[in-house]
């Protein structure tokens, strides 16, 4: 494996484990904590999408099989999620719940898109 693929995924994953388990603690604890961890938060979130976009086009290139029909599902959830964090500042924690199960969706979807046929 190349060292460019590995630290492509390593910060993707590193910035993907930041966000979304904030996303959860703070969904269980009903937005407890937001205002110190909204803008780490929200930049593990954009590190997440950036680096998944250059893994994406490395790795999958234009293919579009069942693999990265997958893939799009937990991409469009991902997106979806750092929508709701941002638009939804009125109330918090009902963003956090919201964006925690879409990042699940999200997490399944990436870490079984590869073993779908």
């Not at 999620?81 to 009902?94: S, T």
């Amino acid at each position: 494996m190349n060292i460019g693929l590995i630290l492509l995924l390593s910060f993707h994953v590193l910035a993907a484990i930041f966000w979304a388990g904030t996303t959860f603690v703070l969904a269980r604890t009903g937005g407890v904590g937001i205002e110190a961890l909204r803008r780490p938060q929200i930049g593990a979130a954009v590190v997440a999408v950036l680096t998944g976009a250059g893994l994406g086009a490395w790795v999958h290139g234009g293919a579009f099989g069942r693999t990265e029909q997958v893939l799009m599902v937990a991409i469009i959830a991902s997106l979806t999620a750092l929508i709701v964090q941002l638009a939804d500042r009125a109330n918090p924690a009902r963003s956090q719940r919201i964006a925690a199960g879409l990042l699940m969706i999200a997490v399944v979807g990436m870490v079984s898109a590869r073993y779908i046929a």
